[in-house]
């Protein structure tokens, strides 16, 4: 039987340089923690940020969240010691940012290889360039190399993309919708996860949740977020709705009948069902079976 499809669908960004955020981590009910040594660790602290992550991390007290550690850039003085010292820590995954090429990823994997990554840990690449926009199919593509360290998940980072292409904060976003468009093509044309960019106003929830629904409609997996605060909303939109599971295990009980074993296309309450239904209606109630129980 394979493997229930992890979910991401809230991934918070913690400051490797905030102990009490770190140990907080340990409680919220986010699927994913990226604990950051890049943008959100000023320069003279990041020495120290990388001992606390590395040393929050192996402890593995985080239970079932999927612990990820964001370094700092292939071309910055600290990457060789972020590296080392993360792989020992042996989180989940690793996360690079400012990848623009597919080279990028096969100098992170060198990296990874040279620091002895353990079997297991997994590769997730920042998309947050205008060039590594454009190079997004190819940068998914590198998922499928034989060469171990695998490529999971591909991240946008929206505030860099702005800044970088000069657009503009607009609500709705329309002027980044083909850039996270591309990036969600690009990661399922290779099995590739994808988590949208977050969302800066802690104060604006119908916005909030209205760019989650934009999100969850566009295909991407989850959001990464930057306050404890916007667990719970992006828990509730990237989650099956009762709704979707009820339908979805329609589609299933019918398509099981003996009757309709060989049929490529049922009725179920009136509407045309295909095959395609049944794999949409099979990998709801996975999605929805492998979220995190205790929440």
Partial sequence: ????????????????????????????????????????????????????????VSVHAYGKREVV??????????????IA??????????????????EDIRRARAALHAAQAPEGLALWAMIETPLAVLNAGAIAATANSSTGVPLEALVVGTNDLVRETGMRYVPGRF????????????????????????????????AFRAECQQGRDLGMDGKTLIHPRQIAIANDVFAPSADEVIWAEKVLAAFARPENATRAVISVEGRMVERLHERMALRVIETATAILPDE
Wanted: aromatic share 4%; proline share 7%; glycine share 4%.
């Fill in 85 to 102: 010292a993360i792989v020992a820590a042996m989180p989940d995954a690793v996360l690079i940012p400012k990848i623009s090429r597919p």
């Fill in 1 to 56: 039987m394979a493997a229930l499809p992890r979910p991401r669908r809230s991934a918070l960004y913690i400051p490797g340089s905030n102990a009490r955020a770190l140990d907080k981590g340990r409680s919220v009910a986010a699927d994913v923690l990226i604990l950051d040594l890049e943008d959100a660790v000023s320069v003279e602290a990041k020495e120290m940020a990388r001992a606390a992550v590395a040393a929050a």
């Fill in 175 to 206: 002027n980044l919708v083909p850039a996270l468009a591309q990036t969600v093509l690009a990661a399922r044309a290779h099995g590739v996860a994808v988590l949208d960019g977050t969302f800066n106003e802690l104060n604006k929830w119908d």
């Fill in 69 to 82: 550690v964001r370094v700092n850039g292939l071309d910055t003085p600290w990457i060789a010691r972020d």
